[in-house]
């Protein structure tokens, strides 16, 4: 970039040979400098990065992916460090847009939309996390695994932390990329390595409960996400994903009495969330009441969804008034 306010670009990787190039291009035109963290590739992935003018920088990996993004900060000399997975291509992005991102003097950080695909091509999920922010020694990830910057940041300033209009499209949970490199099971390791040290951390329960979930391990991911319940207040950012994905993870079990239990309690705490609504309309067609079933998704049908796609919500609302004779 030509302006005085420098942006560095932080990542960390192990063999994304495939990935890393497209990602880097994505955002070359935005930084200034670019600061790879490698944790063992036994592919071309430092020569992909060289390649795109980086500066690659080898870490011994101790299962601690807030470790490794730190080490990063500290080889980073920008005024604002941007932070990507291999795995991500950011949205194109107006340059003036971007540039008064980083003259805003009020400003420390900004979230980002985080925009995940399954292999249909089709939008999954969309999550809010801190991708941009002021290149300070005070501001630093915390958390084994799904690493986050924005406490460092919060327990040093009160406010300056927006919004950004800014888009990152994640493909890592494609099931080809899932499976090339084996990251359940990596990311199984890390949990548990950092549970053990802390057992009664829930976002580490819920973390692993998302692991098993998504290896079709239903029954132990409920555990998990029980099990984090008990240690959340219901003021935590994902504290709706525990409820959720424990509603999803109990309807596939066929778990009826508990599944009721959990939407009953949750949508005293969460009335406007629209997927415990959705299961609460599929719990309902299971047990023939359609008119149920038309009464909760009918509102909520256009709305985001972590469970389910739009079509998919629509389908089930179609069938729902054809078997109630309407």
């Given at each position: 970039?030509?302006?005085?306010?420098?942006?560095?670009?932080?990542?960390?990787?192990?063999?994304?040979?495939?990935?890393?190039?497209?990602?880097?291009?994505?955002?070359?035109?935005?930084?200034?400098?670019?600061?790879?963290?490698?944790?063992?590739?036994?592919?071309?992935?430092?020569?992909?990065?060289?390649?795109?003018?980086?500066?690659?920088?080898?870490?011994?990996?101790?299962?601690?992916?807030?470790?490794?993004?730190?080490?990063?900060?500290?080889?980073?000399?920008?005024?604002?460090?941007?932070?990507?997975?291999?795995?991500?291509?950011?949205?194109?992005?107006?340059?003036?847009?971007?540039?008064?991102?980083?003259?805003?003097?009020?400003?420390?950080?900004?979230?980002?939309?985080?925009?995940?695909?399954?292999?249909?091509?089709?939008?999954?999920?969309?999550?809010?996390?801190?991708?941009?922010?002021?290149?300070?020694?005070?501001?630093?990830?915390?958390?084994?695994?799904?690493?986050?910057?924005?406490?460092?940041?919060?327990?040093?300033?009160?406010?300056?932390?927006?919004?950004?209009?800014?888009?990152?499209?994640?493909?890592?949970?494609?099931?080809?990329?899932?499976?090339?490199?084996?990251?359940?099971?990596?990311?199984?390791?890390?949990?548990?390595?950092?549970?053990?040290?802390?057992?009664?951390?829930?976002?580490?329960?819920?973390?692993?409960?998302?692991?098993?979930?998504?290896?079709?391990?239903?029954?132990?991911?409920?555990?998990?996400?029980?099990?984090?319940?008990?240690?959340?207040?219901?003021?935590?950012?994902?504290?709706?994903?525990?409820?959720?994905?424990?509603?999803?993870?109990?309807?596939?079990?066929n778990e009826q009495a508990k599944l009721t239990d959990v939407l009953e309690?949750?949508?005293?705490?969460?009335p406007d969330n629209s997927d415990l609504h959705l299961l609460k309309g599929?719990?309902?067609?299971?047990?023939?009441?359609?008119?149920?079933?038309?009464?909760?998704?009918?509102?909520?049908?256009?709305?985001?969804?972590?469970?389910?796609?739009?079509?998919?919500?629509?389908?089930?609302?179609?069938?729902?008034?054809?078997?109630?004779?309407?």
């Amino acid at each position: 970039m030509s302006s005085g306010v420098k942006v560095s670009l932080c990542m960390i990787v192990k063999n994304e040979e495939t990935d890393i190039k497209a990602c880097i291009q994505s955002v070359k035109n935005l930084v200034d400098e670019i600061v790879i963290v490698d944790t063992g590739s036994e592919d071309k992935t430092r020569e992909a990065a060289i390649g795109e003018g980086a500066m690659v920088h080898d870490y011994f990996w101790n299962s601690n992916f807030a470790d490794a993004r730190n080490f990063g900060l500290e080889q980073a000399n920008g005024n604002w460090i941007l932070v990507l997975d291999a795995d991500e291509r950011l949205d194109d992005i107006d340059g003036v847009y971007f540039q008064s991102l980083l003259e805003a003097g009020d400003m420390e950080g900004y979230y980002f939309t985080i925009r995940s695909y399954v292999d249909s091509n089709e939008k999954v999920s969309e999550d809010y996390v801190v991708r941009l922010f002021r290149n300070k020694p005070e501001y630093r990830f915390s958390g084994a695994i799904h690493e986050q910057v924005i406490g460092s940041i919060k327990s040093n300033v009160e406010n300056g932390v927006g919004f950004a209009n800014i888009t990152v499209e994640h493909y890592g949970y494609l099931s080809t990329k899932v499976t090339a490199k084996n990251k359940q099971k990596r990311n199984v390791e890390v949990i548990k390595k950092a549970l053990a040290d802390n057992p009664h951390d829930p976002y580490l329960l819920y973390s692993l409960g998302i692991e098993y979930m998504q290896s079709e391990r239903l029954a132990e991911s409920v555990q998990q996400f029980e099990t984090a319940l008990r240690f959340l207040t219901g003021g935590e950012g994902y504290f709706s994903s525990v409820v959720v994905r424990l509603g999803v993870g109990l309807l596939r079990l066929n778990e009826q009495a508990k599944l009721t239990d959990v939407l009953e309690k949750g949508l005293i705490m969460l009335p406007d969330n629209s997927d415990l609504h959705l299961l609460k309309g599929m719990q309902a067609f299971l047990n023939n009441e359609y008119e149920v079933t038309i009464e909760e998704v009918q509102p909520i049908v256009e709305q985001q969804s972590e469970i389910i796609t739009e079509q998919g919500a629509r389908n089930l609302l179609g069938n729902a008034y054809r078997l109630a004779g309407r």
